[in-house]
């Protein structure tokens, strides 16, 4: 039951491998989209010429693609954020997986042996011979003579 135990954690340290991995991409792509929108909000104003007015549809433009920025950061901190409440959780999974080993794994692997066990002899068929109810009446047969 060791093995069992070794590839839960194995198991569970990959998926914290992958979901770090996520996070750290999701990171780098929030950076990325932030500056982007960053450089476009500090970027001045087009104006054509010698004019001191500014030209409508470039400005709405400009707007535009602000506002799609906007936008597409938002999401990307969202997931950034869900993702890492998902590494945090993980990685408290897994601490307490590590913990659990001395405490409760002898008795609880034990019980489950005992129940693979019982689910072998059912399958391969000895199940009526070895059942605790064939046991329990040759028991109370002993006591009845």
Same mark, same amino acid.
């Given at each position: 039951?060791?093995?069992?135990?070794?590839?839960?954690?194995?198991?569970?340290?990959?998926?914290?491998?992958?979901?770090?991995?996520?996070?750290?991409?999701?990171?780098?792509?929030?950076?990325?989209?932030?500056?982007?929108?960053? =450089?476009?909000?500090?970027?001045?104003?087009?104006?054509?010429?010698?004019?001191?007015?500014?030209?409508?549809?470039?400005?709405?433009?400009?707007?535009?693609?602000?506002?799609?920025?906007?936008?597409?950061?938002?999401?990307?901190?969202?997931?950034?954020?869900?993702?890492?409440?998902?590494?945090?959780?993980?990685?408290? *999974?897994? =601490?307490?997986?590590?913990?659990?080993?001395?405490?409760?794994?002898?008795?609880?692997?034990?019980?489950?042996?005992?129940?693979?066990? *019982?689910?072998?002899?059912?399958?391969?068929?000895?199940?009526?011979?070895?059942?605790?109810?064939?046991?329990?009446?040759?028991?109370?047969?002993?006591?009845?003579?």
């Amino acid at each position: 039951m060791i093995f069992l135990y070794t590839a839960l954690l194995l198991l569970v340290g990959v998926a914290h491998f992958l979901i770090k991995r996520r996070v750290a991409a999701l990171e780098k792509r929030y950076a990325r989209v932030a500056g982007e929108a960053d =450089e476009l909000l500090r970027q001045s104003s087009y104006r054509e010429g010698n004019s001191n007015r500014q030209d409508p549809y470039q400005s709405a433009k400009r707007q535009y693609k602000l506002a799609v920025l906007a936008e597409k950061r938002d999401s990307v901190e969202s997931a950034f954020v869900r993702w890492d409440r998902r590494s945090e959780r993980f990685a408290k *999974l897994r =601490e307490r997986l590590r913990a659990w080993k001395g405490r409760k794994l002898p008795y609880t692997f034990g019980a489950l042996d005992v129940a693979f066990v *019982l689910s072998a002899i059912d399958y391969l068929g000895a199940g009526q011979f070895l059942s605790a109810r064939h046991l329990v009446e040759a028991v109370a047969s002993l006591f009845t003579r």
